[in-house]
């Protein structure tokens, strides 16, 4: 089940009495953790009805004992357990939830995933009380920022929404918190440009990986050197790590159009998995300027770089040597 469907549910007279809940993106557990504390009961029911447990603190029969109580002047008790994961024997949940008490709301959630070897994850996964959600994979970024602007009531002009992207990476809750500036800053109305993100964000309009992205595209060496110069001497709020994984799927995304040059557009995007087609020209106009042999060094080139700048093969070099090391060498290509 996906987390909306899972929040409509719980909102629901379809809510069942226990959910178990484990996801490799913490965003999606603190969103659930905070929808559960403050959705579910009202603020006089929750004072009465309902408990909040953290892992460290108490113990699986603790919890049941709990659940098993029946709500005072209420219909439903509400009981939440965060960092599940620190509690051992969950066996112990088995009985409970063969007969659960379907007056309580009992959600229990792991930020690291359990043994899905175990007995009691087997046996609440047969009864619909276990779910589980993988982090989002980079393609399906885009369409998270989409879908979270536009429940924000924000229209994000194409460019603006790829240097979000570039600049934030894959930080679902950092995304959020991004918009949410941006929400407070808009006119009514108002679409938010590539130059609101610069200036409410706090990205150099012209030094950013965006920018660098675009003269790599273009093999343009002065503005190669020039940006990542400035991105060497700010790199606390450009990490060279951060970088070097932006780049890589620069180079990817040219090396698909290389490899099918010959495909259309619309089937080529279904590989590329752009949030906005009209991209695909700059990354097929940068494949007609690079050989396979350049992508393929390329590729090397960031995989040295991510070990140099991880302290692998490398003595001395700061973080504003390697960046501008790893510039001179693209500028080889």
Same mark, same amino acid.
């Given at each position: 089940?996906?987390?909306?469907?899972?929040?409509?549910?719980?909102?629901?007279?379809?809510c069942?009495?226990?959910y178990?809940?484990?996801?490799?993106?913490?965003?999606?557990?603190?969103k659930?953790?905070?929808?559960?504390?403050?959705?579910? %009961?009202?603020?006089e029911?929750?004072?009465?009805? &309902?408990?909040?447990?953290?892992? +460290?603190?108490?113990?699986? =029969?603790?919890?049941?004992?709990?659940?098993?109580?029946?709500?005072?002047?209420?219909?439903?008790?509400v009981?939440?357990?965060?960092?599940?994961?620190?509690?051992?024997?969950?066996?112990?949940?088995?009985?409970?939830?063969?007969?659960?008490? =379907?007056?309580?709301?009992?959600?229990?959630?792991?930020?690291?995933?359990?043994?899905?070897?175990?007995?009691?994850v087997?046996?609440?996964?047969?009864?619909?009380?276990?779910?589980?959600?993988?982090?989002?994979?980079?393609?399906?970024?885009?369409?998270?920022?989409?879908?979270?602007? +536009?429940? /924000?009531?924000?229209?994000?002009?194409?460019?603006?929404?790829?240097?979000?992207?570039?600049?934030?990476?894959?930080?679902?809750?950092?995304?959020?918190?991004?918009?949410?500036?941006?929400? %407070?800053?808009?006119?009514?109305?108002?679409?938010?440009?590539?130059?609101?993100?610069?200036?409410?964000?706090?990205?150099?309009?012209e030094?950013?990986?965006?920018?660098?992205?675009?003269?790599?595209?273009?093999?343009?060496?002065?503005?190669?050197?020039?940006?990542?110069n400035?991105?060497?001497?700010?790199?606390?709020? =450009?990490?060279?790590?951060?970088?070097?994984?932006?780049?890589?799927?620069?180079?990817?995304?040219?090396?698909?159009?290389?490899?099918y040059?010959? /495909?259309?557009?619309?089937? %080529?995007?279904?590989?590329?998995?752009?949030?906005?087609?009209?991209?695909?020209?700059e990354?097929?106009?940068?494949?007609?300027?690079?050989?396979?042999?350049?992508?393929?060094?390329?590729?090397?080139?960031?995989?040295?770089?991510d070990?140099?700048? +991880?302290?692998?093969? =490398?003595?001395?070099?700061?973080?504003?040597?390697?960046?501008?090391?790893?510039?001179? +060498?693209?500028? &080889?290509?």
């Amino acid at each position: 089940m996906e987390f909306k469907e899972l929040i409509k549910e719980i909102s629901s007279a379809h809510c069942k009495p226990i959910y178990v809940v484990s996801s490799e993106e913490l965003f999606f557990v603190d969103k659930l953790i905070q929808f559960i504390g403050t959705q579910i %009961l009202s603020k006089e029911q929750q004072e009465f009805n &309902q408990s909040t447990l953290y892992g +460290k603190e108490t113990s699986v =029969n603790a919890i049941i004992d709990l659940a098993r109580e029946y709500p005072f002047m209420g219909e439903k008790r509400v009981i939440l357990v965060k960092e599940a994961q620190e509690i051992k024997n969950w066996e112990a949940l088995i009985q409970y939830a063969k007969h659960p008490l =379907n007056s309580t709301l009992l959600v229990v959630c792991f930020s690291k995933k359990p043994d899905g070897r175990s007995s009691w994850v087997k046996q609440l996964k047969e009864s619909g009380y276990y779910h589980e959600w993988k982090g989002l994979s980079d393609f399906q970024i885009p369409a998270f920022i989409k879908e979270s602007a +536009k429940e /924000m009531e924000l229209v994000l002009e194409e460019e603006a929404q790829q240097l979000l992207l570039e600049y934030i990476g894959n930080d679902l809750a950092n995304i959020i918190n991004e918009l949410e500036k941006l929400k %407070l800053i808009r006119s009514q109305n108002k679409k938010i440009t590539k130059e609101d993100i610069v200036k409410y964000i706090g990205i150099s309009k012209e030094y950013n990986v965006f920018e660098l992205q675009k003269a790599i595209s273009t093999k343009d060496h002065r503005k190669i050197y020039w940006i990542s110069n400035n991105m060497a001497q700010h790199h606390k709020s =450009n990490p060279l790590i951060a970088t070097i994984g932006a780049l890589f799927n620069h180079f990817h995304r040219i090396w698909i159009c290389k490899i099918y040059q010959k /495909m259309n557009d619309d089937d %080529l995007n279904k590989i590329l998995k752009l949030a906005f087609k009209n991209f695909i020209k700059e990354y097929r106009d940068a494949a007609t300027l690079y050989s396979l042999a350049n992508i393929e060094s390329a590729f090397q080139l960031l995989s040295d770089y991510d070990l140099k700048i +991880k302290g692998l093969y =490398n003595r001395s070099a700061t973080e504003k040597d390697l960046y501008l090391e790893l510039a001179l +060498k693209i500028c &080889q290509l």
